[in-house]
């Protein structure tokens, strides 16, 4: 909001580059700092200038490398998919920030390259609400799988609740494509300590989120009936998740 595009990118980057991320087991020396710690220098093309408008043709390149990057497997293996949405929810965030429409000039072919770099950032947020929800169809019934797990030695009907859940759990993973490593490695809770309710809760928000975003996008746009729908599938959707 302060137009800070250059530090925002910045800040993106060295979160999927995996620099100068919390590490409490590792002593920050002097050669942490410049191999994994804040000193580690960000690629040259990746120098965007806040001072030139985005059509300018360091900026432009900078935000089509910025379009198409992408989280690293490494990363989506170690996060849960509220963080991993979260990232593109950034990602959005911030090209649409640079792109919006008085920071670029008036002529046909800079507004054709702004709407495309608009319907990516569309097409990128609809994408990760999807995710997200599959993400809690899945989780919910892995959540049901590890609570009855506890008692499946000792109970037969736990026994055959988890067999049958697990059955759902293939089923529901085969209908969205989803192959066995990402649903072992990905959907999985890797965040122990967090509860269930919490990390729920937390993906209903960034579901919301992404959405009244998308009703800022089409606001901006001058697409008010869009806006509207929108926002009134948030609230729908959000009733709809919290009651059942």
Request: hydrophobic share 35%.
């Amino acid at each position: 909001e302060l137009g800070y595009i250059k530090e925002s990118i910045e800040l993106y980057y060295s979160i999927i580059k995996l620099v100068d991320l919390p590490n409490c087991a590792v002593r920050k020396t002097h050669y942490y700092q410049n191999t994994k710690g804040k000193n580690v220098p960000l690629s040259e093309t990746l120098q965007y200038i806040n001072n030139l408008p985005p059509e300018d043709s360091t900026n432009s390149s900078i935000l089509g490398q910025l379009s198409n990057s992408e989280v690293p497997k490494e990363l989506k293996n170690a996060l849960s998919p509220y963080f991993v949405n979260y990232l593109v929810f950034l990602k959005s965030f911030i090209m649409f920030r640079i792109i919006k429409k008085e920071n670029v000039n008036a002529t046909p072919d800079k507004l054709e390259e702004r709407n495309g770099t608009i319907r990516k950032c569309v097409e990128q947020l609809r994408a990760s609400l999807k995710n997200l929800a599959v993400a809690e169809d899945l989780v919910e019934i892995i959540a049901e799988i590890r609570k009855n797990e506890q008692w499946a030695a000792l109970d037969a009907n736990s026994h055959a609740k988890v067999e049958e859940l697990n059955e759902r759990l293939t089923n529901a993973a085969k209908e969205q494509a989803i192959p066995e490593e990402e649903l072992n490695e990905y959907y999985n809770n890797k965040e122990e300590e967090k509860p269930y309710p919490q990390m729920r809760s937390e993906r209903l928000v960034l579901m919301v989120q992404i959405r009244m975003f998308l009703v800022n996008i089409y606001q901006n746009e001058g697409l008010l009936t869009d806006a509207f729908q929108c926002a009134l599938t948030a609230g729908t959707n959000l009733k709809n998740y919290s009651e059942g």
